[in-house]
C-alpha cells in the first residue's frame, strides 16, 4: 500500500482520528494524504488546492483551515510521517469519492458531517462514502493503544470473502498478528466444508487463525462477540447487504461504533 487519505472537515479535527491515520501510515510505510473538505453539504464545483510546501501554511493564519492543516503537519512530523494536503472546496462527498479512485485506502472519522443539524449517526457523509467510495475505507476508533488482533466476519458470500482478501492483501503486515473468522450461520450448510476452505486460504497469509462459528441473528451474535475485544480491527464486506448494512442503520451504528470502539475495515467491488 503506497497513499492513504484521511478525510477532515477543513473546520474541525478529531486528534484521535489523526493519530489512528498515522499508526496505519508509519506501519505500511505508506504515504498520508489530509484531505481538507470545506465545501458545504450542498456546495458548488470542484476547487482543488495541493498544498505541498510546509512554507504555504501558518499556525498564525487567520485561515482557520491553514491552522489545521499546521496542526496535521506537525502532528506527521512528530510520528515521522511523510504526508501531503489537498483542500477541497467542492460538494464533500462528491470530492473524497473522486479522491478514492486513485488511493489505497480512506480513513474517515465516523462524526464527520457538513449538515449543522444532522442527528443521524454516523451521518450521511460517512454513509455516503462507505456506500461508493472507490477503495476501501476504514471507520476510525474514538481511542486505541494497538492492534493485535483482525476480526473477519464471514457469512460465506463472496462480498465478505472479497473484503478478507482486501484488508489482507493492503495490510501483510499484520500477518504475525492473530486472525478471527466469526461466522454467524443459521444451519449447518456446507459449514465444515467451508470453514476448511477459508482456514487453508488463510493459514498461507497469517500465522495464527482462529474459526468462531455462532448461531443465531447475525448482527445481535456478532455485536455481542466484538463487545468482549479490544486492540482489533474488524473486517466487513459489501455496504448495503448483509450486516454491515444493518450495523450502519441510525438505530444500530451509534450502540456500534460508540460502545465497541474498534476500527472497522469495510471494503466491496
Known amino acids: 500500500m503506497e497513499k492513504i487519505l484521511l478525510a477532515m472537515d477543513g473546520y474541525q ?14 506501519l505500511t510505510h505508506s504515504r498520508l494524504t ?14 482543488l488546492i495541493h ?8 499556525v498564525d493564519s487567520d485561515d482557520p483551515v491553514l491552522r489545521h492543516v499546521h496542526q496535521f503537519r506537525e502532528a506527521c512530523i512528530c510520528r515521522e510521517v511523510p504526508a501531503r494536503v489537498h483542500r477541497d472546496r467542492g460538494v464533500p462527498v462528491e470530492d473524497i469519492l473522486l479522491e478514492s479512485r486513485f ?10 458531517s457538513f449538515r449543522e443539524f444532522e442527528k443521524e449517526f454516523p451521518g450521511r457523509f460517512t454513509r455516503d462514502v462507505l456506500l461508493a467510495a472507490e477503495c476501501p ?30 484488508f ?49 441473528n447475525a448482527s445481535d451474535e456478532l455485536f455481542g462477540f466484538l463487545l468482549e475485544r479490544k486492540d482489533a480491527i474488524v473486517v466487513l464486506g459489501a455496504y448495503g447487504r448483509g450486516i454491515l448494512s444493518r450495523f450502519l442503520k441510525p438505530s444500530h451504528a451509534s450502540l456500534l461504533l460508540r460502545t465497541i470502539n474498534l476500527p472497522i475495515f469495510i471494503a466491496h467491488r
Open 168 to 216: 489482507t492483501y493492503l495490510f501483510p503486515e499484520f500477518r504475525n498478528k492473530k486472525a478471527i473468522v466469526v461466522n454467524v450461520r443459521n444451519g449447518e450448510d456446507n459449514a465444515i466444508e467451508e470453514q476448511f476452505r477459508m482456514k487453508e486460504w488463510l493459514a498461507a497469509h497469517y500465522d495464527q487463525v482462529e474459526f468462531v462459528v455462532l448461531k443465531g
Open 13 to 26: 479535527q478529531n486528534t484521535y482520528t489523526i493519530d489512528f491515520a498515522c499508526y496505519l501510515t508509519k
Open 51 to 58: 498544498l505541498e510546501e510546509p512554507e504555504a501554511v501558518g
Open 137 to 166: 475505507v476504514v471507520v476510525s476508533p474514538y481511542h486505541f493503544e494497538a492492534l493485535n488482533e483482525v476480526i473477519f466476519a464471514y457469512n460465506g458470500t463472496s462480498s465478505s470473502v472479497f473484503a478478507i482478501k482486501q
Open 103 to 112: 488511493s489505497d485506502l480512506i480513513v474517515v472519522d465516523p462524526e464527520t
Open 34 to 47: 489530509g484531505i481538507f473538505l470545506e465545501g458545504g453539504a450542498d456546495g458548488e464545483g470542484p476547487d
